[in-house]
């Protein structure tokens, strides 16, 4: 009952964390609700070998309600680009099972590592690299699609986000317009998070006896059922507060809070390897 007690008082703290952070940075959330998730569990003596994984499972459920409105409203408005979302489904749900498999087998190290090099190119991109990072103007052939499409499920299983960073990140490579690239994102942000949920429910089943109370395999019901609603309650005074800045700041704010997020978990692996 204690334990119970201390994990819901921790979901309610990562649920205003990460709806303040979300809020401000205009993002979906699973690069904050990972860290903030992973400081939770750890005072909660969730075991390393599988604190990780929860932490990347949970966030792919609570994005799974925030993926499917923001699609809706982008395919309302006309931005979603169907070509390309016909084309990076398939891929990137195989890329999403490939990660969801990993979780089952692989050292905590696996799914840090990943955070921390996912986090890092993010970041890059957002501090140095502007407008002018672009590969070309139209997107590539079907082979290189299906890598991207499969590159970003699988980026987005091991990191627990829906992918949106990194399909906007591509699109935008590729000269599409920011408003397409965010609508497409929000769009393929569904599939992957729905499918990543159930991936990560079924891989931590086996390590069930390892996990906090109320878990379906690596997904914290406790998390999401409160993380959730509170988060989007709260996002709204994050995004009040990113109003007031200019969007070079929020840039630059976001990518220094995800290299702090990517140096404490560098530190947790060259700690784990001494």
């Known amino acids: 009952m204690v334990e119970l007690a201390w994990l819901a008082a921790s979901a309610v703290a990562a649920g205003v964390v990460t709806g303040l952070l979300a809020g401000m940075f205009g993002i979906g959330g699973g690069a904050v609700i990972v860290p903030v998730l992973f400081e939770a569990f750890r005072l909660l003596g969730v075991p390393e070998t599988v604190r990780m994984q929860l932490c990347i499972g949970t966030s792919l ?9 923001s699609y809706r409203a982008h395919r309302a408005r006309g931005f979603v680009l169907p070509d390309v979302m016909r084309r990076w489904a398939l891929p990137s749900m195989a890329g999403v099972a490939c990660g969801s498999a990993l979780a089952a087998v692989a050292p905590p190290e696996t799914f840090k590592a990943a955070f921390v090099a996912i986090a890092c190119l993010i970041a890059a991109k957002l501090l140095v690299g502007g407008d002018g990072w672009v590969l070309g103007r139209e997107l590539p052939g079907a082979a290189a699609m299906t890598g991207y499409g499969f590159a970003i499920g699988l980026g987005s299983a091991l ?75 709260v996002a709204p005074f994050g995004a009040r507060l990113a109003h007031s800045l200019s969007k070079r700041t929020l840039e630059i704010c976001f990518g220094l809070f995800l290299l702090l997020v990517a140096s404490r978990f560098l530190a947790s692996l060259i700690l784990s390897a001494t």
Do not use: D
């Open 61 to 69: 459920a609570i994005i799974v309600p925030t993926a499917m409105r």
């Open 159 to 233: 990191m627990g986000i829906a992918g949106g960073s990194l399909v906007t990140m591509v699109l935008m490579l590729y000269g599409r317009p920011i408003h397409n690239a965010l609508a497409t994102a929000a769009g393929l942000g569904v599939p992957i998070t729905l499918a990543g949920t159930i991936g990560y429910i079924l891989a931590g089943l086996p390590h069930q006896a390892l996990l906090p109370p109320l878990s379906l395999g690596f997904v914290s019901a406790i998390g999401v059922v409160l993380i959730a609603p509170l988060s989007s309650w």
